[in-house]
């Protein structure tokens, strides 16, 4: 059975930055595509990057302060935060199609995800 398993949140200040890592273990394939997403208290889980056909993509109010990027070789993949804010307080989880494509931000497609880290971030 296919697990992600993210690492890598905790509490930072205002300003600061982490790093989120998700290792993607028993997939007997090509390491599949990954994206992250987060869900705060009371609202909706949000796409926050990904990868699609042309590339990285990431949702508006992350762009210019989060990287994404996979190591697939390792089957891991990265989400660095930087400049975090109080908005970016949530629980984050990575998430990847069995079916293998990458599909950017597209929640719906994704089939397998961890059991999130949370991120809290004070002013």
């Known amino acids: 059975q296919v697990q992600l398993v993210e690492s890598g949140g905790g509490s930072v200040q205002a300003g600061g930055s982490l790093r989120l890592s998700c290792v993607v273990s028993?997939?007997?394939?090509?390491?599949?595509?990954m994206a992250w997403f987060r869900q705060a208290p009371g609202k909706e889980r949000e796409g926050v990057a990904g990868?699609?056909?042309?590339?990285?993509v990431y949702g508006d109010s992350v762009k210019g302060r989060f990287a994404i990027s996979q190591d697939r070789g390792k089957n891991t993949g990265y989400l660095q935060m930087n400049i975090l804010n109080p908005e970016d307080t949530a629980m984050y989880y990575c998430?990847?199609?069995?079916?293998?494509?990458?599909?950017?931000?597209?929640?719906?497609?994704?089939?397998?995800w961890g059991q999130g880290t949370q991120v809290t971030v004070s002013s």
């Open positions: 990868f699609d056909a042309r590339g990285p």
């Open positions: 028993r997939y007997t394939f090509r390491a599949p595509c």
């Open positions: 998430a990847a199609s069995s079916s293998g494509p990458c599909w950017g931000l597209a929640r719906d497609e994704y089939d397998l």
